[in-house]
């Protein structure tokens, strides 16, 4: 018989599933979309485990529990290698952004396309 607190780790073990395959992916919108699934998850989870009646643990709690863990475990690291992977992808930016600033001549870049001047920039900023 499935109880609140079965059906709600049931429930994040779906989400962390879906989301540890994305991140696997490296397909962070993907991921991004599962948020608030997630945390729907963990509310769901956190109210069935605070009301709990004190029950006997059976392979089905010992294993749902071993599995949430380690897919809990995984996520942690897959979220942070793909933090990792997104700052190394904004600093290739900053470097490739800074080194075309750089080359910037006069009023126009090494390709000899015109660099608009600043006034210009703000106008069409505030437009």
Request: proline fraction near 3%; aromatic fraction near 0%.
């Amino acid at each position: 018989m499935a109880t609140p607190l079965l059906t709600a780790a049931a429930r994040m073990v779906k989400v962390l599933t879906a989301e540890n395959a994305a991140l696997r992916a490296l397909d962070a919108s993907a991921a991004a979309t599962l948020l608030e699934e997630k945390l729907a998850a963990a509310r769901g989870l956190a109210e069935a485990s605070a009301v709990r009646p004190a029950a006997p643990q059976t392979s089905e709690t010992a294993g749902l529990a071993l599995q949430l863990r380690d897919l809990a475990a995984e996520n942690q690291r897959l979220l942070e290698r793909t933090m990792q992977v997104q700052a190394r992808v904004l600093d290739m930016v900053a470097r490739a952004a800074r080194q075309e600033a750089s080359q910037v001549g006069g009023r126009y870049i090494a390709s000899g396309v015109a660099v608009p001047d600043r006034g210009a920039v703000t106008l069409h900023m505030r437009a």
